[in-house]
C-alpha cells in the first residue's frame, strides 16, 4: 500500500508521559510498511528513561537532538551529544539517560516498527511508575519485552540520577 507524503512539524503528533521521560509520537510503525517507527524522546535533567530492558524483536536507534544522552549496553557506557547516534540492538539488555544539568531530546527509531504501541499503553496506564505490576508486566509479555524494575537503585546511584523524571 503506497504511503502518502506527510510532514511531522515540532508540535505534531500526540505527546505523553512515560513515568520517566517523554515521548512524541511521529511516525507509526504502520505509516512505514512496518519497517520502523520513530518517536521523540524529551528528557528532563538527569532523568533515567527505563529499568534496564531487553527487547527480543527491535533494534533502537538514538538520535541526540539535544544535551547529553548517556546509555549501558550490557556493560558498556557511552555518552552522546548532539547530532551523535547510538545503537542499542535487540536481545542486548541496555538503558539510557540524560546525563547533563539541562534538557535533553532523542528521535527514537525503532525497526521494525510496532513497539510504539507499547509506548501509547503505557502513557495511558499513568506511566511505568504508575503502571500496576500486573498490567506492567502482561504489557511487557505482549511486546516480549524483559525489564529489571531491580535495576534502578543501582543505575540511579550510579550515574547520580533521577527515576522518576520530571516532564518536560
Known sequence: MAQSAKVVGPKDGRSGFLG?????FMIGGDEAGGGFSMVEHPMSPRALA???HRHTLEDEYS???QGRVGA???DEVLVGGP???I???RNQWHTFWNAGDEPARILEIISPGGFEGFFAALVD???VTQ???QALGELCAQYKLAMNPDSVPGLVERFALRFPGEPI
Open 50 to 52: 527505563a529499568p534496564l
Open 87 to 89: 545503537h542499542k540492538p
Open 63 to 65: 538520535y541526540v537532538l
Open 83 to 85: 547530532g551523535d547516534l
Open 72 to 74: 549501558m549496553l550490557g
Open 125 to 127: 496506564l499513568g506511566g
Open 131 to 133: 503502571a500496576a505490576p
Open 20 to 24: 520517566s521521560i517523554g515521548v512524541r
